[in-house]
């Protein structure tokens, strides 16, 4: 049985960074593609970043772009998210994916196996 689990989350004043953790029980992360995603109070469910299984290719949401970092250390089976320069509209329940498509617009979608998320809290 697969388990994926983030960590990392917290609260932070607006412009303040945070690194996010998602590690996964049952599945090796290193052949899969993974992705970070957010859904905010009252919104969709939103792609921020992924990362092919190799590490080669990396997509950005335009909102997160040159301000979050997506990596993966496939030794230790965990997925990252530094988040610099956090806004306002961050905040959100940060979850990670594994093992779905991982396309430059980072859509969402219903495949893989997802994380309950970390709840990212940033204050002005």
């Known amino acids: 049985q697969v388990q994926v689990v983030e960590s990392g989350g917290g609260w932070v004043q607006a412009g303040g960074s945070l690194r996010l953790s998602c590690t996964a029980s049952g599945l090796n992360l290193g052949t899969v593609n993974m992705g970070w995603f957010r859904q905010a109070p009252g919104k969709e469910r939103e792609g921020v970043s992924c990362?092919?299984?190799?590490?080669?290719?990396?997509y950005y949401v335009d909102s997160v772009k040159d301000r979050f970092t997506i990596s993966r250390d496939n030794a230790k089976n965990t997925l990252y998210l530094q988040m610099n320069s956090l806004k306002p509209e961050d905040p959100a329940m940060y979850s990670c994916?594994?093992?779905?498509?991982?396309?430059?617009?980072?859509?969402?979608?219903?495949?893989?196996?997802w994380g309950q998320g970390t709840q990212v809290t940033v204050s002005s």
């Open positions: 990362i092919s299984w190799s590490g080669t290719s990396t």
């Open positions: 994916a594994a093992g779905l498509p991982c396309l430059p617009s980072v859509p969402v979608i219903k495949a893989g196996y």
